[in-house]
Every structure is written in structure tokens, then in C-alpha cells.
């Protein structure tokens, strides 16, 4: 028996390209996998995601790899070991306010560190209809509060003369648990589509920027009835603020109309699970907002305070941010007061497969993505065209069936078509209709704003054919 070949994780990191070969770890073992990226019965680009480190988080997510023969077919690939030196301790500089940030999931593209902003890969995306929760995008404005749920109490500020509550984690478990199913979008979904247009101030987001869960917790109408609320001023808001807040102390805020708040058939929760856990640190542990049909920007993590106002949230990202403009607005004319905050959404969708500049196999294409609607619209249709919009054809809808009037979450869509012989690029695009009859238009150009927001022009994919 010769001793294995030790490597560093350095070193397994530098093969993961076809170029330097495809190497991943299971445990302390390495592999070289190139020889199975096209084997791959997920298909090479999912493999390709873990190429260069561990197996561990990607196979977490798909049990299918929890099977002897799976560890077989590996097995054959072997070339050495791990260092056992090589566990680097991570260094932590306290000075940093997001040394204490979690550890993420590798799969996720990272648009931004500090805050952490990332999204999951289109080829993961609508692998399942309930986005797993390590892969769920993550939108942060500033550092994770580390939160102890003992010590965790919610402030609920009651009516004039009334008491204001402060209740606990076990406390929102006496309310009767209420689990819906709903999908987030961020306002900023589809961004970069609109900087290749035009520059816009904001983060890059791809078409990630978009993920469903199903979210358990108290509903909001129980908890400000308690507290002794009724929907009398039918102009109030409730607005809500996170325990997470910058250097300044100036915490992250939002607010929704009292109507939606008080209507139970609006199904808003103060969450405490998601997908059947705790909240994960990053989507708000213990207690986050889920207000569905609405812009993620409104579903408050981490959350402190619930107070009844006559106005909107004052803070930043309600009434500075969150806004749609015409495209003749710039930065020195903008007025934010001048448009409503954002709240429902309009109807979106996209394409997850192929990705942008993919090579398929002529014969068949298989054409898969998502498409969701706000304010609880149901989706009815998802055109797909393969000539960029000249002939349509229409999608198979998966994934559950909507409820009118509370269609929360997206439907998930494939359309398998032929590829019209002779065609060397597709040019695929795809629309939504949703059951008001509300369309996507077809370009960036009548929707371009300055922060990039509400991006939903018909998604563009480009391939080539082989031969
Ligand atoms: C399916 C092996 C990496 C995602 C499979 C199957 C095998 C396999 C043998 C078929 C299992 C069965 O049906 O019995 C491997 C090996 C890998 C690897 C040896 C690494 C060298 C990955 C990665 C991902 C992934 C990194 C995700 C990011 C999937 C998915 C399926 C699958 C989604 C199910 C495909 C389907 O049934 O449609 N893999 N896999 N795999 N793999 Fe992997
Ligand atoms: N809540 C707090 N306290 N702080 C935040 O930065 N980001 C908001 C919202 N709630 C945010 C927040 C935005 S803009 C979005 S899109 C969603 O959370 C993202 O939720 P997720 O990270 O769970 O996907
Ligand atoms: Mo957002």
C-alpha cells in the first residue's frame, strides 16, 4: 500500500477548470472528476458549481447523492488526501462588523460581501419548486445581528391608551401557526439587464434575486389585535424595524398600509420558520415579516419593533429608496416624494435554462424558468419564442397550482420544442401573463429608472446550436 498523495486546499482549489482538470473533495479525500463532468446525471454545469473544493454543501442539498453507488462511481476517481494541517483557522478581526456575518452556501453568486448579497445559480434555481434554504437568495443591507432567542422579545406598540405587548419567542407560539407559501422578490431582481442599457445605481443582480419558501409563524392581524388594533383609520401604516442597524444606530425599517396588515386573508405572518426550520441567521432568526405578493424590501428580518403610525416608515429604504421613476428622471432632478413607495409587484419571469451564450445539441431544446406575479395575481401563460419574439409557443406550467386573488408563489414553467433544423442560434425569449391580463414589455427602454428597480422586460436568452 503506498501512502495517498496529500494536497492542500489551495491546490485543489487551482483545478477548477477543464483547462487544469476538475477536482472536489468529500471529506479528507480528493478527486479528479474531469472524466464525469459530461457523465454527470445532474448534468456538467451543476457538477461544474462545486468544482475546485467540498462535495459536502451541494450534496446536502440533493439526497440523491446519499446512495452507494454514487460513492462507487466517485471512488474511481481518487487521486490523494487533504493536508490534515490544512483546516485554517479563519482569522476574525474585530474591528469588522461582519466578522460575525454566518457562513454561507459556496453555490450562491456573490454580488456583494459587505453587506452580503448573493443569488443562486439559474441551473438551481428551478431545480425545485421550494428553494432549499441555503441556496435562498439573501439581500442585506447591513451586518446579521446575532440574536439569542432567550433573550428576544418583540415590541408591539399598541393604540393610544392601550398597553404596548412584549412578547417572546414562546409567547408568538401561542398564536395559532399559520404556513403559507410564498415567493420574494427583490425590487432589484433583473438589474443588470437595465445597467446594459443604461447605467443605474444599485447592486447587480442577476435573475436570482427571487426565491420561495414555506414560511410558518403568527399572523400579523392576530398579533395587532391583541395588542388592541382595529382597522378603523383605514389611512394607517404598520411600520416595522429590524435589530440590525448601521454605525450610527439607524436600524433597518419598512412599512405596509394597516389595511393589508389587518386583512387576514392577506395571509401577512411574523415568521419564525422557513421550510419547516428556524429561520436561517441570514433570512432574520428568530422572527422576520413575510407580507405576500409584496416586495421583499417589506419583509422585515430580525425583527424589533411593530408600532400602527398615520404615516409611512419613516426610514431611508421607504421613502428614499424602493421607488419607480420615468426614464427622464435622473439624479439631480429626482424628487422621491413625488412616487409611492413600492409595495405589490408586477409580473415577471424568466428563463433559467439554457444560460445566456450556452451551446445546446440541435434536435430538441429543453427550456425551463420561473414566473410570479405580484398581489397575489395568479401567472395564466408563459409565452416562449425561439426567434426573438416573431412565433410563440406556450409553456407547460409546473409546480403548484395558484389560488385566485392569493397566488403567493411563482410557478415554475418548461416548454421542450424542436430546434427548426438549420438554425446555427436561438434567440429565446420569454413573457408571463398574469390573471389580470397584465404583460411584460418587451424591452428595458420604457421601464429604464435610476436605481434600476421593477426590471421585468421579456427575458432574453442567447445560444448556439451544434451542428
Ligand atoms: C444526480 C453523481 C456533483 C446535482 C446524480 C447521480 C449521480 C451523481 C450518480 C444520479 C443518481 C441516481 O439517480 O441514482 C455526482 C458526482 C458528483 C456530483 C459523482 C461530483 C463529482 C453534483 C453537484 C450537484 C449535483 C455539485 C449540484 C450542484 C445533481 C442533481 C441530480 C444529480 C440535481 C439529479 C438529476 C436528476 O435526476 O434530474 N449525481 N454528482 N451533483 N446530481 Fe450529482
Ligand atoms: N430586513 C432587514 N432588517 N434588513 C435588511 O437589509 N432587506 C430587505 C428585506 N428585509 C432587509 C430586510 C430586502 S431589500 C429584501 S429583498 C429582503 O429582505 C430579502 O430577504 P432575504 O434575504 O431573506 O432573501
Ligand atoms: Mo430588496
Same mark, same amino acid.
Given at each position: 500500500?503506498?501512502?495517498?498523495?496529500?494536497?492542500?486546499?489551495?491546490?485543489?482549489?487551482?483545478?477548477?477548470?477543464?483547462?487544469?482538470?476538475?477536482?472536489?473533495?468529500?471529506?479528507?479525500?480528493?478527486?479528479?472528476?474531469?472524466?464525469?463532468?459530461?457523465?454527470?446525471?445532474?448534468?456538467?454545469?451543476?457538477?461544474?458549481?462545486?468544482?475546485?473544493?467540498?462535495?459536502?454543501?451541494?450534496?446536502?442539498?440533493?439526497?440523491?447523492?446519499?446512495?452507494?453507488?454514487?460513492?462507487?462511481?466517485?471512488?474511481?476517481?481518487?487521486?490523494?488526501?487533504?493536508?490534515?494541517?490544512?483546516?485554517?483557522?479563519?482569522?476574525?478581526?474585530?474591528?469588522?462588523?461582519?466578522?460575525?456575518?454566518?457562513?454561507?452556501?459556496?453555490?450562491?453568486?456573490?454580488?456583494?460581501?459587505?453587506?452580503?448579497?448573493?443569488?443562486?445559480?439559474?441551473?438551481?434555481?428551478?431545480?425545485?419548486?421550494?428553494?432549499?434554504?441555503?441556496?435562498?437568495?439573501?439581500? &442585506?443591507?447591513? =451586518?446579521? /445581528?446575532?440574536?439569542?432567542?432567550?433573550?428576544? +422579545?418583540?415590541? #408591539?406598540? *399598541?393604540?393610544? %391608551?392601550?398597553?404596548?405587548?412584549?412578547?417572546?419567542?414562546?409567547?408568538?407560539?401561542?398564536?395559532?401557526?399559520?404556513?403559507?407559501?410564498?415567493?420574494?422578490?427583490?425590487?432589484?431582481?433583473?438589474?443588470?439587464?437595465?445597467?446594459?442599457?443604461?447605467?443605474?445605481?444599485?447592486?447587480?443582480?442577476?435573475?436570482?434575486?427571487?426565491?420561495?419558501?414555506?414560511?410558518?409563524?403568527?399572523?400579523?392581524?392576530?398579533?395587532?389585535?391583541?395588542?388592541?388594533?382595529?382597522?378603523?383609520?383605514?389611512?394607517?401604516?404598520?411600520?416595522?424595524?429590524?435589530?440590525?442597524?448601521?454605525?450610527?444606530?439607524?436600524?433597518?425599517?419598512?412599512?405596509?398600509?394597516?389595511?393589508?396588515?389587518?386583512?387576514?386573508?392577506?395571509?401577512?405572518?411574523?415568521?419564525?420558520?422557513? &421550510?419547516?426550520? =428556524?429561520? /436561517?441567521?441570514?433570512?432574520?432568526?428568530?422572527? +422576520?415579516?413575510? #407580507?405576500? *405578493?409584496?416586495? %421583499?424590501?417589506?419583509?422585515?428580518?430580525?425583527?424589533?419593533?411593530?408600532?400602527?403610525e398615520p404615516e409611512e416608515s419613516y426610514s431611508h429604504w421607504q421613502r428614499r429608496d424602493y421607488k419607480g421613476f420615468s426614464p427622464s428622471v435622473d439624479w439631480d432632478t429626482v424628487d422621491f416624494d413625488s412616487a409611492p413607495s413600492i409595495q405589490e409587484l408586477p409580473v415577471q419571469s424568466a428563463i433559467t435554462e439554457p444560460k445566456d451564450g450556452e451551446t445546446v445539441q440541435s434536435g430538441e431544446v429543453t427550456i425551463k424558468g420561473y414566473a410570479w406575479s405580484g398581489g397575489?395575481?395568479?401567472?395564466?401563460?408563459?409565452?416562449?419564442?425561439?426567434?426573438?419574439?416573431?412565433?410563440?409557443?406556450?409553456?407547460?406550467?409546473?409546480?403548484?397550482?395558484?389560488?385566485?386573488?392569493?397566488?403567493?408563489?411563482w410557478r415554475l414553467w418548461q416548454l421542450q420544442a424542436p430546434v427548426p433544423a438549420g438554425k446555427k442560434e436561438l434567440n429565446i425569449v420569454c413573457k408571463a401573463v398574469d390573471d389580470s391580463y397584465n404583460v411584460q414589455p418587451d424591452t428595458v427602454a420604457p421601464i429604464w429608472n435610476l436605481r434600476g428597480v421593477l426590471s421585468n422586460a421579456w427575458h432574453r436568452v442567447h445560444v448556439r446550436v451544434t451542428p
Amino acid at each position: 500500500e503506498k501512502s495517498p498523495r496529500i494536497y492542500t486546499r489551495e491546490e485543489v482549489k487551482s483545478h477548477s477548470s477543464l483547462e487544469t482538470r476538475i477536482w472536489v473533495t468529500l471529506g479528507c479525500e480528493v478527486f479528479d472528476v474531469t472524466e464525469f463532468v459530461d457523465l454527470h446525471p445532474g448534468g456538467p454545469s451543476k457538477l461544474m458549481l462545486a468544482a475546485g473544493g467540498p462535495l459536502e454543501p451541494f450534496w446536502a442539498l440533493y439526497a440523491v447523492h446519499d446512495q452507494a453507488h454514487v460513492r462507487e462511481i466517485l471512488a474511481q476517481y481518487k487521486v490523494g488526501e487533504l493536508s490534515p494541517e490544512d483546516k485554517a483557522p479563519s482569522t476574525l478581526k474585530t474591528s469588522d462588523p461582519y466578522a460575525d456575518d454566518p457562513v454561507r452556501h459556496p453555490a450562491l453568486k456573490v454580488n456583494s460581501q459587505r453587506p452580503f448579497n448573493a443569488e443562486p445559480p439559474p441551473e438551481l434555481l428551478t431545480e425545485n419548486y421550494i428553494t432549499p434554504n441555503p441556496i435562498f437568495f439573501t439581500r &442585506n443591507h447591513l =451586518p446579521v /445581528p446575532n440574536l439569542k432567542p432567550e433573550t428576544y +422579545r418583540l415590541h #408591539v406598540v *399598541g393604540p393610544p %391608551g392601550c398597553q404596548s405587548l412584549s412578547l417572546s419567542l414562546d409567547d408568538l407560539y401561542q398564536f395559532p401557526k399559520h404556513e403559507v407559501t410564498v415567493t420574494l422578490q427583490c425590487a432589484g431582481n433583473r438589474r443588470s439587464e437595465m445597467t446594459q442599457f443604461k447605467e443605474v445605481k444599485g447592486l447587480e443582480w442577476n435573475a436570482g434575486a427571487i426565491s420561495t419558501a414555506r414560511w410558518a409563524g403568527a399572523r400579523l392581524c392576530d398579533v395587532l389585535a391583541k395588542a388592541g388594533h382595529q382597522l378603523r383609520e383605514t389611512e394607517a401604516h404598520v411600520c416595522f424595524e429590524g435589530l440590525d442597524s448601521d454605525p450610527t444606530g439607524t436600524a433597518y425599517g419598512a412599512s405596509i398600509p394597516l389595511a393589508r396588515a389587518m386583512d387576514p386573508e392577506a395571509d401577512v405572518l411574523l415568521a419564525y420558520e422557513m &421550510n419547516g426550520q =428556524p429561520l /436561517p441567521r441570514d433570512h432574520g432568526f428568530p422572527v +422576520r415579516v413575510v #407580507v405576500p *405578493g409584496v416586495v %421583499g424590501a417589506r419583509h422585515v428580518k430580525w425583527l424589533g419593533k411593530v408600532s400602527v403610525e398615520p404615516e409611512e416608515s419613516y426610514s431611508h429604504w421607504q421613502r428614499r429608496d424602493y421607488k419607480g421613476f420615468s426614464p427622464s428622471v435622473d439624479w439631480d432632478t429626482v424628487d422621491f416624494d413625488s412616487a409611492p413607495s413600492i409595495q405589490e409587484l408586477p409580473v415577471q419571469s424568466a428563463i433559467t435554462e439554457p444560460k445566456d451564450g450556452e451551446t445546446v445539441q440541435s434536435g430538441e431544446v429543453t427550456i425551463k424558468g420561473y414566473a410570479w406575479s405580484g398581489g397575489g395575481r395568479a401567472i395564466v401563460r408563459v409565452d416562449v419564442s425561439l426567434d426573438g419574439g416573431l412565433t410563440w409557443q406556450v409553456a407547460e406550467l409546473d409546480g403548484e397550482e395558484q389560488r385566485p386573488r392569493k397566488a403567493w408563489a411563482w410557478r415554475l414553467w418548461q416548454l421542450q420544442a424542436p430546434v427548426p433544423a438549420g438554425k446555427k442560434e436561438l434567440n429565446i425569449v420569454c413573457k408571463a401573463v398574469d390573471d389580470s391580463y397584465n404583460v411584460q414589455p418587451d424591452t428595458v427602454a420604457p421601464i429604464w429608472n435610476l436605481r434600476g428597480v421593477l426590471s421585468n422586460a421579456w427575458h432574453r436568452v442567447h445560444v448556439r446550436v451544434t451542428p
